[in-house]
């Protein structure tokens, strides 16, 4: 899934995202303000300056991105035994 065209309404589990597409796409707290999508991937975000924005969009943690969120949705490996 490319985190940056998502527009999805809820979570894997079913239950409702934190955050919402704004219309200049910008992702956005449902209750307002801003988010970084850099803090999001895997390497982080090093920009100076608004550390404010640097909130998982999975639980809402300051300590972690989405892509390392204890709450997101575990991958199947493609190799696994159960696939066969």
């Known amino acids: 899934t490319d985190v940056h065209l998502c527009k999805k309404e809820e979570f894997w589990n079913g ?3 934190l955050c919402r597409r704004e219309s200049n796409n910008f992702i956005a707290f449902r209750t307002g303000g ?3 999508l850099e803090f999001q991937l895997d390497k982080g975000c090093t920009r100076p300056g608004h550390s404010d924005r640097h909130t998982c969009t999975g639980c809402g943690g300051s300590s972690h991105g989405a892509t390392r ?3 997101a949705q575990k991958s199947t490996a493609p190799h696994s035994s159960s696939s066969k």
């Open 69 to 71: 969120c204890p709450r």
């Open 15 to 17: 239950g409702p995202t």
């Open 34 to 36: 801003r988010i970084c």
